[in-house]
Every structure is written in C-alpha cells, then in structure tokens.
Nanobody, 123 residues
Framework: VQLQASGGGAVQAGGSLRLSCAAS????????MGWYRQAPGKQRELVAD???????NYAASVKGRFTISTDGAKNAVYLQMNSLKPEDTAVYYC??????????????????WGQGTQVTVSS
C-alpha cells in the first residue's frame, strides 16, 4: 500500500492551498487518515486527523483555518489550508492507519506515510 501526496507549493501569507493524498495498492481497511508536518529543526507534529467514522481532530495552531476531509471510496484525504501563516511552512506528510489480517489471521494495524510535500508561506 502506498500513499501519494500532492498539492504543496509556495504562497504568501493569507493565501490558501489544498493538499491531497490517496492510498493505492492492496488495501485492507483504512481506519483513519491524517496530516502531519515537520518544520526545519523541529519534530514532526500532528496537524489534523479524521477517523473512518468522520471524527476530526485539529492541532490548536490550525483550528479554524484548516479543514480535513476524506473520500472513503477513493481512500483519499484532503487538507484545505486557508489564512496561511509563515509558521505553517513545513513539509507536510499524509498518514493512514491501515488494518488488515496477517498470515495467521491476526489483526495488524500499520501506520503508512506519504512522501511529503513542501508548503512554504512567505510574509
């Protein structure tokens, strides 16, 4: 299973971007998807995530500006980013919680990561 992210770029403060990420391959069940980001010299942090049931969770720093959504049929997740600030500059990674049955019919949940897409916000 692979995650392919797209939609990053460079914008001025106050601008908007929309990130997209889709899972492909032999997919079991995606139980949740989300977006993380990592700025230079900082640890990777959660931006937003959404469960299969539609429950959303946002980092305090993006609440009210970013919106996460999914297309279950396409196993895709999107991040609409509005009112962007220079401090939003980072590499953004999509992630998915992938559930499947192992070779012994055991339950397996793995965290999948996309390749990262750069978002740069200038002041």
């Amino acid at each position: 299973v692979q995650l392919q992210a797209s939609g990053g770029g460079a914008v001025q403060a106050g601008g908007s971007l929309r990130l997209s990420c889709a899972a492909s391959g032999s997919i079991g069940t995606i139980t949740g998807m989300g977006w993380y980001r990592q700025a230079p010299g900082k640890q990777r942090e959660l931006v937003a995530d959404i469960t299969r049931g539609g429950m959303r969770n946002y980092a305090a720093s993006v609440k009210g500006r970013f919106t996460i959504s999914t297309d279950g049929a396409k196993n895709a997740v999107y991040l609409q980013m509005n009112s962007l600030k220079p401090e939003d500059t980072a590499v953004y990674y999509c992630a998915a919680d992938h559930y499947y049955k192992g070779p012994d019919y055991n339950d397996v949940v793995e965290k999948l990561w996309g390749q990262g897409t750069q978002v740069t916000v200038s002041s």
